[in-house]
């Protein structure tokens, strides 16, 4: 049974960072594309970052460019997301997805297991 579990949400004042993590479990992290996607109420779901596992390759929504860092730790089984310089915005739940394709997309759909998601609120 695969089940990913985020943690390190939280509340921060802007221009502050977190850090995201993603255990993973029942899955191998290192073969297929993972990403972090977030959800502000009343919006949808849209991706931040992923990551190719194998090969390191990743990508990111230009609002988080040179802002954002998603990494893995495969030995852990763990993903995360670095997020500096954070800004004010509408609190937004973070999750963590898993993909079994060898190629990321940004489209939710492509994403097959998904964890329970941590809560970002930045303040300013």
């Known amino acids: 049974q695969v089940q990913l579990v985020e943690s390190g949400g939280g509340s921060v004042q802007a221009g502050g960072s977190l850090r995201l993590s993603c255990v993973v479990s029942g899955y191998i992290i290192s073969t297929h594309c993972m990403g972090w996607f977030r959800q502000a109420p009343g919006k949808e779901r849209e991706g931040v970052a992923a990551l190719l596992t194998r090969g390191g390759s990743a990508m990111y929504v230009d609002s988080v460019k040179g802002r954002f860092t998603i990494s893995q730790y495969v030995a852990k089984g763990t993903l995360y997301l670095q997020l500096n310089s954070l800004k004010p915005e509408a609190p937004a739940t973070y999750y963590c997805?898993?993909?079994?394709?060898?190629?990321?997309?940004?489209?939710?759909?492509?994403?097959?297991?998904w964890g329970q998601g941590t809560k970002v609120t930045v303040s300013s």
């Open positions: 997805a898993t993909s079994l394709s060898s190629w990321c997309s940004w489209a939710a759909a492509d994403f097959t297991y």
